[in-house]
T-cell receptor
Framework: DTGVSQNPRHKITKRGQNVTFRCDPI?????LYWYRQTLGQGPEFLTY????????KSRLLSDRFSAERPKGSFSTLEIQRTEQGDSAMYLC???????????????FGPGTRLTVL | AQTVTQSQPEMSVQEAETVTLSCTYD???????LFWYKQPPSRQMILVIR??????QNATENRFSVNFQKAAKSFSLKISDSQLGDAAMYFC?????????????FGKGTHLIIQP
């Protein structure tokens, strides 16, 4: 297992187009997170999955954004009708509780850099 | 809502010296976790160190240690014997203890420069 992977690494699209990103978490991790990181800022939480269930969505996740995690494995993040303000790095992270239920670290993928022209 | 503040946009240190990165946070929770993540240029974020709020002892990982002051809501990172490979963006992050459903709350980061 080589960690969290994300594809594509870079995506350039025109305003109004739809884009989809994929995240493959570490195989035994049941928790999956999506974040958005703009230039000069720290990552901002978008949404959280526990197995296949999407349990939390940030107010940042507008109606144009949708995320899925079928079968509790990989996840996709789709942005419809992209806007220039969507340009950012989209990060995926996965995690699993430690023994005793303690919160473990989140392991991050390399991100997908989206540029909307 | 939780907030995390990193007041140093950029720090510079000579190789082999010690540097301290500051982080303050605001929360009404009593049980939580704090993290320092490192993001090298064009590379993915990796965990440097974590601290459980219920533990009074400060966490240490080799050359990295924290000064956790719960009452002051302060969580600074000390890097000893700085190395060129330490150059990166460093993010302080807050996480809840309820299973992580809300994700991590990050600061804006500190850009650490290592002078050879």
């Amino acid at each position: 297992d080589t960690g969290v992977s994300q594809n594509p690494r870079h995506k350039i699209t025109k305003r109004g187009q739809n884009v989809t990103f994929r995240c493959d978490p570490i195989s035994e991790h049941n928790r999956l997170y999506w974040y958005r990181q703009t230039l000069g800022q720290g990552p901002e939480f978008l949404t959280y999955f526990q197995n296949e269930a999407q349990l939390e969505k940030s107010r940042l996740l507008s109606d144009r954004f949708s995320a899925e995690r079928p079968k509790g494995s990989f996840s996709t993040l789709e942005i419809q009708r992209t806007e220039q303000g969507d340009s950012a790095m989209y990060l995926c992270a996965s995690s699993t509780p430690l023994a005793g239920g303690e919160v473990n670290e989140q392991f991050f993928g390399p991100g997908t850099r989206l540029t909307v022209l | 809502a939780q907030t995390v503040t990193q007041s140093q946009p950029e720090m510079s240190v000579q190789e082999a010296e010690t540097v301290t990165l500051s982080c303050t946070y605001d929360t009404s929770e009593s049980d939580y976790y704090l993290f320092w993540y490192k993001q090298p240029p064009s590379r993915q974020m990796i965990l440097v160190i974590r601290q459980e709020a219920y533990k009074q002892q400060n966490a240490t990982e080799n050359r990295f240690s924290v000064n956790f002051q719960k009452a002051a809501k302060s969580f600074s990172l000390k890097i000893s014997d700085s190395q060129l490979g330490d150059a990166a963006m460093y993010f302080c992050a807050w996480g809840d203890s309820g299973g992580g459903a809300d994700g991590l709350t990050f600061g804006k980061g500190t850009h650490l420069i290592i002078q050879p």
